[in-house]
């Protein structure tokens, strides 16, 4: 069973997902923060693919994805040291970046090579539906990895049902329209549209991402979903001065704690 | 030959909206409604009224005698740097801003490069008295210095875009993130180039350029088609604009002209048919410069309105379909293109129009031949680049 799915079965509540930038902030240290993510408490582990032009993205991972381009971190370079990660990392692992460099290595040799060294999901935020169910989805399919799509608060109740019945896995969340990195904290507002996707009983899990960044922002989210993604935070933590593992492994246990 | 976009967004195999979920509503509302909206006759009035006694079109379509006997063939010149705001550009913004109105939208979002788009922008916004923010890269706030100005007069605020190499696709993408941000703006993109429904709409709107053309050639010439159109590109919206009522008309020939900086296997270029590669960017499916791992190539030209990686989706499908040629010329052939008209005609051209300009000395054309070289625009604005960079 893919492991995501297993993930959920298992646990429905404060399920925790953290994001880094593969590459970031040395070219070697995406294994290493990998496994101190999913070894100190992170559910799920999410690693972002650079791309030179990330437009739904903020300042931190703008930064991120430029320096982890900058130290020779491409999909290739990533793919090869995934192939290290099968041993040692028991959370699914979640790839998310931009089409294009997924396009250039070839849609079905970077599934299948994805695949093979234990990836379980994709997120590509530039990846439109109607595309996806045309083009991709039975690659994917093919070598068992899920699309993960993004609802926001402006998409329509239509289309919330619509990606709900065609996802599997869970559904991202995005907590704000805006880009990542870009808020913190949760709003009045945002509860609302959190209890309104709870009334939905969508028969995917939720993760609520963008604006979470601490343990508190994280037990508010998770009261409202089965749980939070947290990116451009843990960026801010790995970039500190020192070891980069150790400041994720920190980071995670602080949020759990 | 199919030129017109389809159903999807896209042209052949070019195109479509590959934008975040976040941008879903504000896409789909512009791709359910722009064809209603344009097409309805409130908005035709509007449009025609404002590009008569506003814009000041038709622009001329001007002989250009001495040029002329200088290459042997029939030329004349589509005056784009006639228009109001100096280019091209003011066609497509009076057509956004009348459809952002439309829309109920009172709040504007541009990018730009050479700072023209940003004008024209910044132009409609004070005449419609919406707020406006322009996004510019930070090189090209340098370089563009007086159109930084005039958009500040004209009250739009300019935001400077810091990333990647500071010009148009940095610019892009800023502009694309505001709109993540504040979903209520309409953005008003300055070339055929973005998600669907943009490349379409965009051309729709400049291709009164060829509407026009087909008209002051009949009376000029006596036939509506030239033998050959010639137009520079960025992301195309001047070119499409002047090929637009051509496309179906393969007689006609239609020269593309890209800006080759400092030569194709330089290194410093934005020639994108030459080096580019199929791949999404800026929500669309279309040829950009690319590394082998899909990362953007930073393009370059000493014309901050070429200076951009790819081509518009429209644009790819004629390069695939080898309806349009695309050739590229370099910063000093623009130059002295520029300077040549400047000496021959006493028309000071925009460095971008220069390039189209510049095709007459690479390609050779019969004497009888009808070639109309688009004008985009006006060289005020490239006034220091002249002074400093070309010789004369």
Redesign the interface.
């Given at each position: 069973m893919n492991k995501i799915i297993q993930l959920f079965k298992e646990k429905q509540k404060d399920v925790l997902a953290v994001y880094f930038t593969a590459g970031y902030p040395a070219l070697e240290d995406t294994l290493d923060i990998a496994t101190a993510i999913a070894n100190n408490g992170a559910d799920l582990v999410e690693i972002g693919i650079p791309?030179?032009?990330?437009?739904?993205?903020?300042p931190t991972i703008?930064n991120s994805s430029?320096l982890a381009?900058d130290n020779g971190m491409?999909?290739?370079k990533l793919l090869e040291q995934l192939e290290g990660a099968k041993k040692g990392i028991e959370a699914p692992v979640v790839l998310m970046g931009?089409?294009?460099?997924?396009?250039?290595?070839g849609v079905e040799a970077f599934c299948e090579k994805a695949s093979s060294v234990g990836v379980d999901g994709l997120i590509l935020?530039?990846?439109?539906l109607?595309?996806y169910e045309s083009e991709y989805k039975d690659i994917f399919e093919r070598y068992g990895l899920l699309n993960i799509?993004?609802?926001?608060p402006?998409?329509?109740d239509k289309?919330i049902r619509q990606i709900d019945s065609i996802s599997e896995g869970f559904i991202y969340m995005?907590s704000s329209?805006?880009?990542t990195g870009?808020k913190t904290g949760i709003s009045k507002e945002q509860e609302a549209y959190f209890e309104r996707i709870q009334k939905m009983n969508l028969k995917n899990p939720t993760l609520i991402g963008f604006g979470i960044s601490n343990a508190a922002t994280f037990q508010q989210a998770s009261q409202f979903s089965n749980g939070a993604i947290i990116g451009s935070a843990c960026i801010k933590a790995i970039e500190k001065e020192g070891n980069a593992a150790v400041h994720a492994a920190k980071f995670v246990k602080d949020i759990v704690a | 030959m199919q030129f017109e976009v389809d159903e999807?967004g896209y042209f052949g195999q070019f195109g479509?909206?590959?934008?975040?979920?976040?941008l879903?509503?504000n896409i789909q509302e512009l791709q359910d409604q722009y064809l209603a909206i344009i097409g309805s006759d409130q908005f035709k009035k509007d449009f025609d009224h404002l590009l008569k006694d506003y814009v000041g079109r038709p622009s001329p379509l001007y002989f250009a005698n001495r040029l002329s006997q200088q290459y042997g063939t029939q030329i004349y010149l589509k005056r784009e740097d006639l228009n109001h705001t100096g280019a091209h550009k003011i066609n497509n913004t009076i057509g956004q801003i009348l459809l952002a109105k439309a829309l109920g939208k009172d709040k504007i979002i541009a990018e730009t490069g050479a700072g023209q788009h940003g004008v024209a922008t910044a132009t409609v916004c004070a005449l419609a008295g919406v707020e406006c923010i322009v996004y510019m890269g930070e090189i090209d706030i340098a370089r563009q210095k007086p159109n930084v100005e005039r958009m500040k007069l004209l009250g739009a605020t300019v935001v400077p875009a810091t990333?990647?190499s500071k010009t148009l696709?940095d610019a892009t993408?800023e502009a694309?993130?505001h709109w993540?941000?504040h979903?209520d703006a309409h953005y008003i993109i300055g070339s055929t180039v973005g998600p669907h429904p943009y490349p379409d709409m965009v051309a729709k709107f400049q291709s009164v350029i060829s509407a026009e053309m087909r008209l002051q050639l009949k009376e000029k010439t006596g036939n509506t088609n030239p033998d050959a159109i010639i137009a520079c590109v960025g992301g195309g919206s001047n070119a499409m604009g002047a090929f637009y009522h051509y496309l179906d008309a393969e007689e006609v020939r239609l020269i593309a002209v890209e800006a080759g900086g400092h030569g194709v296997a330089s290194g410093a270029t934005a020639a994108t048919t030459q080096i580019g590669?199929s791949?999404?960017?800026?929500?669309s499916k279309t040829l950009f410069m690319?590394t082998?791992?899909?990362?953007?190539v930073e393009p370059y030209s000493i014309s901050a309105g070429l200076d951009y990686p790819g081509i518009g989706p429209s644009h790819a499908h004629l390069f695939e379909t080898k309806r349009a040629e695309y050739i590229s010329i370099n910063d000093e052939e623009a130059l002295q293109a520029g300077v040549e008209l400047c000496r021959l005609e006493g028309i000071i051209p925009a460095i971008e129009s220069a390039h189209a300009l510049a095709a007459l000395s690479t390609i050779k054309f019969k004497r009888e031949a009808v070639v109309v070289v688009n004008l985009s625009g006006r060289g005020d604005k490239d006034l220091e680049t002249y002074i400093t960079k070309a010789v004369y």
């Open positions: 791309f030179s032009d990330p437009v739904a993205d903020g703008q430029k381009l491409s999909v290739e931009y089409l294009n460099p997924v396009l250039q290595y935020p530039d990846l439109p109607a595309e799509f993004l609802i926001t402006q998409t329509s289309r995005v329209t805006s880009t870009a | 999807n479509g909206a590959f934008i975040p979920e976040m879903h509503p990333s990647g696709k993408n694309m993130r993540i941000n979903p590669k791949g999404v960017l800026h929500g690319q082998k791992d899909g990362q953007v």
